[in-house]
């Protein structure tokens, strides 16, 4: 049996365009890309901090260093420039590594500059 795992995030990155002309997709900075584990064209689910809207679409790579989120096609009708997002990947785990198992998880400040990186969420207190 499989369970559906986090497999990586990018916490409170903030969108720097919204392309609604463009092919489809979300443009996300190489280095971030592969600072998190996530493959171009893989897919993605986008939660919107400041709007409440989630949906989903695949990852393609925009320049490296460029600190890029660019919300393409339909999506961006859901997400404007400065929003604040959350972007995840999923993958499928057998339950016998579940126990070991650690997502990658990248956290952000200003100007979407990486503050700090965990594979773990601390247990919410009461």
């Given at each position: 049996?499989y369970?559906?795992?986090?497999?990586?995030?990018l916490?409170?990155?903030?969108?720097?365009?919204?392309e609604?002309?463009?092919?489809?997709?979300?443009?996300?900075d190489?280095?971030l890309?592969?600072?998190?584990g996530?493959?171009?064209y893989e897919?993605?689910?986008?939660y919107?901090?400041?709007?409440?809207?989630r949906?989903?679409?695949y990852?393609i790579r925009?320049?490296?260093?460029?600190g890029?989120?660019?919300?393409?096609?339909?999506?961006a009708?859901?997400?404007s420039?400065?929003?604040?997002v959350i972007?995840?990947a999923?993958?499928?785990i057998?339950q016998?590594e579940?126990?070991s198992?650690?997502?990658?998880?990248?956290?952000?400040?200003?100007?979407?500059?990486?503050?700090?990186?965990?594979?773990s969420?601390p247990?919410q207190?009461?």
């Amino acid at each position: 049996m499989y369970s559906t795992m986090l497999k990586a995030k990018l916490h409170r990155v903030s969108v720097t365009h919204a392309e609604l002309d463009y092919e489809g997709s979300c443009a996300i900075d190489s280095d971030l890309l592969d600072m998190a584990g996530i493959q171009e064209y893989e897919q993605i689910h986008i939660y919107n901090i400041n709007n409440g809207e989630r949906f989903a679409t695949y990852a393609i790579r925009a320049e490296a260093g460029s600190g890029i989120i660019s919300i393409n096609g339909a999506a961006a009708h859901k997400a404007s420039p400065k929003d604040l997002v959350i972007i995840c990947a999923y993958t499928s785990i057998p339950q016998a590594e579940m126990a070991s198992y650690k997502p990658k998880m990248v956290y952000f400040g200003e100007d979407n500059k990486v503050s700090h990186t965990s594979n773990s969420i601390p247990v919410q207190a009461a």
